[in-house]
C-alpha cells in the first residue's frame, strides 16, 4: 500500500525566507511524485512530478524538490518566498501510468508574513 | 495545455433534489477522470475512478447509487448528487488524464452547499 505523510499541517516563513515543506512516502513500487497548490476555493494546480527520471525536479514559481530513496523522501523547497505563495500544498504518491490513483498527504497550509 | 473545467462552480440546492456536476477536458482526451471530495481544511478523499465508456470504480464507503457518475465520451464526465442532503455539501473537484500519462489535471472545483 501507499501513503503519504506531511509534516507540519502549518508552516510560517517569512517574504524572501527559504520555504521547505516536507514530504515522505511509503511504496512497495517505484513511486510517481507529485506537489500540488491549491489557492482558496479553486482546483489543484501541479507544480512539479517525480517519475523516475532526475531526482532534483524543477517546477513552476520557483519550486523545486528532491526525490529521495534512501530517506523516502520528497521535500519541496524554494529559496525565497513570495507572498503570493501563501496557500495549501499537497504531496501526492501514485502507482504511474495509465492514470493510476493518486493518494494525498495532508497537506500544508503555507503562510508568508510580510 | 491540458485544461479541466467544471461546471458550476457553485450550486445551492433543496434538500432531496439531485444536483449534476460536470468535468470537462477542454483540450485533450482524457480516457480516465477522477472525482474527489474535499472538506473544509482537509485533503482531497478520492470518490470514484471513471474510464470512458465503462462503469465507475467506487472507493470504499461511497454509495453508487448516491453519487451517480457517468463518462460517456473522452472529455465529459458527469456527477450526479441524488437525493442530497445537508451532510453532502462539500467541494466536489475532477481531475482527468490522459491515456497511459501519469499526471492528473484538476478542475476548478465545485461548492455544493444543500439546504
Known amino acids: 500500500a501507499q501513503s503519504v505523510t506531511q509534516l507540519g499541517s502549518h508552516v510560517s516563513v517569512s517574504e524572501g525566507a527559504l520555504v521547505l515543506l516536507r514530504c515522505n512516502y511509503s511504496s512497495s513500487v517505484p513511486p510517481y511524485l507529485f506537489w500540488y497548490v491549491q489557492y482558496p476555493n479553486q482546483g489543484l494546480q501541479l507544480l512539479l512530478k517525480y517519475t523516475s527520471a532526475a531526482t532534483l525536479v524543477k517546477g513552476i514559481n520557483g519550486f523545486e524538490a528532491e526525490f529521495k530513496k534512501s530517506e523516502t523522501s520528497f521535500h519541496l523547497t524554494k529559496p525565497s518566498a513570495h507572498m503570493s505563495d501563501a496557500a495549501e500544498y499537497f504531496c501526492?504518491?501514485?502507482?504511474?501510468?495509465?492514470?493510476?490513483?493518486?493518494?494525498f498527504g495532508q497537506g500544508t497550509e503555507l503562510s508568508v508574513k510580510p | 495545455g491540458a485544461v479541466v473545467s467544471q461546471h458550476p462552480s457553485w450550486v445551492i440546492c433543496k434538500s432531496g433534489t439531485s444536483v449534476k456536476i460536470e468535468c470537462r477536458s477542454l483540450d485533450f482526451q482524457a480516457t480516465t477522470m477522477f472525482w474527489y471530495r474535499q472538506f473544509p481544511k482537509q485533503s482531497l478523499m478520492l470518490m470514484a475512478t471513471s474510464n470512458e465508456g465503462s462503469k465507475a470504480t467506487y472507493e470504499q464507503g461511497v454509495e453508487k447509487d448516491k453519487f451517480l457518475i457517468n463518462h460517456a465520451s473522452l472529455t465529459l464526465s458527469t456527477l450526479t448528487v441524488t437525493s442530497a442532503h445537508p451532510e453532502d455539501s462539500s467541494f466536489y473537484i475532477c481531475?482527468?488524464?490522459?491515456?497511459?500519462?501519469?499526471?492528473?489535471?484538476f478542475g476548478p472545483g465545485t461548492r455544493l452547499l444543500v439546504l
Open positions: 501526492a504518491v501514485s502507482k504511474g501510468n495509465q492514470g493510476g490513483k493518486l493518494i
Open positions: 481531475s482527468a488524464s490522459h491515456e497511459h500519462q501519469e499526471t492528473q489535471y
